[in-house]
């Protein structure tokens, strides 16, 4: 069939909710569909190109989070409309709004992804934790463009249960992003050949990594805080694979350490092979609608260390208590982390049943669930026609 991804930006490789539609868009691809992309920036063969929308004083904010508003131009957006068999909108602004009214208008089947959670958006400006802001928000959300939906792609039940109490009325399907097939032949490999031996540059050294933007709501800054209160902060070497706004603060803040963080933004193959160096995995954000990064680090055998946030879905990774920690506490991380480091037969035996956990997580299975998804659509779009 021919899909077409509705998304304001799509060539970046620093925000997973791109990240979800560049991969989706090549397994697709790969099962036979035609996938183009409508989006801001340069035309190309897969896609519907429209302007790039520059915010007034935010821009700057916008810039640092690798994120662009695409301009509404409903000439590009009809035109793609009408190219395509259906139609997935994955964001809640401007371009999804007109590409879901043109849908409707001409009879096009149209789903919906929820992955902006609203806490995150508003972090950015440190309004995350504000709760009317992010009621509001929701139900912006609901009335301008989800409800118009009958089906909608949640990443975790996590967000599904958001969503559904706050009166969302489409059909919720909960499918994962899904991490690709490298990391877990990595985690197969590792479950075979045991973890490769530590490089000179990490030896007599305990390396604990989070990947991910380095923003506010992520939280580096408890992870680089709770290193004192660990009876190892001699020997830890935090790593943190992402870039963003807080940058400079994290760096400032890393210099109290003995061993300060690395600071690294790699492809994915470099990525893998720092994983296997690595001890420990830490998510300490606290909001997520679901968290690819954490998967795919548990995929390759490493045990998590996740903050247990009320608005985080990541928690619903952790096999059992040991493995989550007081949002927000970097003494409470630093007691798990210690627990772990303490503990490393245990570490090794967790880390293998996380190894076999990440495994309904791949790709392939959540782009199936995704096409079933689209069917079902397609299904319910042509019993309406029929019945108008």
């Known amino acids: 069939m021919r899909i077409l991804f509705v998304i304001d930006t799509y060539d970046t490789n620093n925000n997973g909710t791109s990240i979800s539609a560049q991969r989706f868009a090549a397994e697709l691809r790969r099962r036979g569909h035609e996938v183009k992309i409508l989006t801001s920036g340069e035309p190309g063969e897969d896609r519907f190109a429209l302007p790039t929308y520059k915010m007034p004083i935010f821009q700057p904010l916008m810039d640092k989070h690798n994120f662009n508003f695409a301009y509404s131009e409903k000439k590009t957006i009809r035109e793609a409309v009408e190219w395509a068999d259906i139609i997935h909108c994955f964001l809640p602004f401007a371009i999804e709004v007109e590409a879901k009214r043109y849908a409707d208008k001409i009879g096009k089947p149209s789903t919906a992804a929820f992955h902006i959670q609203p806490q995150n958006l508003w972090s950015s400006v440190g309004l995350g934790k504000v709760d009317w802001i992010q009621n509001g928000t929701y139900r912006s959300f609901r009335t301008f463009l989800y409800n118009k939906f009958r089906h909608v792609h949640a ?15 489409a059909k919720i399907h909960v499918i994962s992003n899904g991490i690709q097939d490298a990391f877990l032949e990595t985690g197969h490999l590792v479950h075979q050949q045991g973890r490769p031996a530590k490089s000179s540059e990490f030896e007599g050294k305990i390396p604990i990594i989070m990947i991910g933007r380095l923003s506010q709501e992520k939280r580096q800054d408890v992870i680089i805080n709770s290193v004192q209160y660990s009876k190892y ?3 830890i070497q935090l790593i943190f694979a992402g870039k963003g706004p807080e940058y400079d603060r994290y760096v400032e803040l ?20 720092l994983l296997l160096q690595c001890d420990l995995y830490v ?7 679901e ?19 009320e608005v985080s879905a990541t928690p619903q990774f952790a096999l059992d208590g040991r493995s989550l920690f007081k949002p927000g506490s970097p003494k409470d991380l630093a007691r798990a982390i ?9 570490r090794e035996y967790m880390g293998e049943l996380y190894r076999v ?32």
Not at 294 to 308: D, H, K, R, S, Y
Not at 338 to 346: R, S, V
Request: hydrophobic content about 35%; glycine content about 2%; some cysteine.
């Open 155 to 169: 990443p975790s039940q996590f967000m599904a249960d958001e969503i559904k109490k706050r009166g969302y009325t």
């Open 233 to 235: 902060a001699d020997k």
């Open 254 to 273: 890393g210099k109290q350490l003995k061993n300060p963080p690395q600071f690294v933004y790699l492809e994915q193959q470099k990525l893998i092979d």
């Open 283 to 289: 998510h300490a954000s606290d909001m997520e609608s």
């Open 291 to 309: 968290a690819i990064s954490c998967i795919e680090a548990f995929a390759t055998g490493l045990v998590p260390v996740i903050a247990n946030s």
């Open 338 to 346: 210690d627990y772990w480091l303490d503990h490393p037969n245990e």
């Open 357 to 388: 956990a990440a495994k309904k997580y791949s790709l392939a299975n959540s782009v199936r669930m995704f096409e079933e998804m689209l069917n079902e659509e397609i299904e319910d779009n042509a019993k309406q026609s029929v019945q108008v």
